[in-house]
């Protein structure tokens, strides 16, 4: 099989894959009644909105790779890391952030809903998301994996994680920083939540210690890969390939890797990570082939 079609089967089994977690996710989502039905909606308006789920796919990936296979153990964090993430992605939306209309093609939870419920969404599906992860515990030996699992949920995110990036990005807008601060932002703000993914996998398939470390470097050299693309796609893609506004790193006077480096050499850096990272990948106990061709699609994908 050459790599053309190589590349062919992998997107028909991300799509395959990507499906089946709809479904997931769908079970865990909240019933829009009662008096917060409105915040509710929107959380289900944007968690609805499609996407690739690549972070649960990753997940559930590499939780395989290590012979998992207890669903009820691994489909909650499946469903809250896509939380984490989709709140993520309402927030940074809003006016005082990024101000975009669009997201997967779609107008945002603060058009559609206002910003004040948009704000509400997005803190409602963070605490929903540790909620819906807490199904995991199932008063067993389990229980041990499970809350080393939701250690590692809480923290990537977090104030260390995501949100430490999101933070230096914000204050950081506008001003000229050295490639150091713009990795921290990277490695933080996108690269977190792949390694989170991943990390979560392994532990709750009872991976040995020394790959978790490994599997984080890989977490987040792909991760810097990832977010090298997006800067390199919002600045030579189109708002219909993408399914958001293209150009507004540009717009909002961001530091973006293509802003520093230039055009080519992030194609060369973000090419030379995601060797780095499946050189690593290599030297894990676990295999999982489409694993490894999927950790390839994130980092050159074209949309």
């Known amino acids: 099989m050459n790599n053309k079609e190589t590349t062919k089967q992998t997107r028909e089994m991300i799509k395959e894959r990507a499906a089946r977690i709809e479904q997931i996710i769908a079970r ?26 690549l972070r649960p796919m990753l997940m559930e990936e590499t939780f395989k790779m290590y012979g998992g296979e207890d669903r009820d153990l691994i489909e909650p964090f499946m469903a809250a890391i896509e939380m984490i993430h989709t709140y993520s992605l309402i927030h940074d939306d809003l006016p005082a952030l990024d101000n975009d209309d669009y997201r997967r093609g779609r107008k945002t939870a603060h058009v559609v809903y206002g910003e004040a419920m948009a704000i509400l969404a997005g803190d409602a599906l963070l605490n929903y998301a540790f909620e819906t992860a807490a199904k995991a515990f199932q008063g067993n030996e389990k229980d041990i994996q499970t809350a080393k699992a939701m250690q590692v949920l809480t923290r990537k995110p977090g104030i260390y994680g995501m949100i430490g990036g999101q933070t230096a990005d914000v204050e950081l807008e506008g001003q000229t920083i050295d490639m150091d601060t713009l ?24 991976a040995p210690e020394p790959d978790l470390a490994v599997i984080e ?3 987040s050299k792909v991760g810097l890969a990832f977010q090298i693309q997006d800067d390199i796609l919002d600045k030579t893609s189109t708002t219909e390939e993408l399914g958001k506004p293209v150009g ?3 717009k909002n006077a961001k530091n973006t890797y293509v802003s520093i480096k230039g055009l080519d050499q992030a194609r060369i850096d973000q090419e030379r990570l ?4 499946i050189d690593l990948f290599g030297q894990l106990g676990g295999q999982n082939t489409f694993l490894k061709e999927l950790l390839l699609s994130l980092t050159n994908r074209t949309h």
């Open 217 to 219: 470097q890989i977490g």
């Open 248 to 250: 507004s790193d540009e």
């Open 28 to 53: 865990f989502l909240p019933e829009e009644t009662g008096y917060q039905r409105t915040v509710l909606s929107a959380m289900n308006y944007t968690m609805n909105a499609g996407g690739k789920r």
């Open 274 to 277: 995601t060797r780095e990272a």
């Open 183 to 206: 990795l921290f932002i990277h490695e933080n703000k996108t690269a977190a939540l792949i390694e989170c993914a991943m990390l979560i996998g392994a532990i709750l398939a009872g």
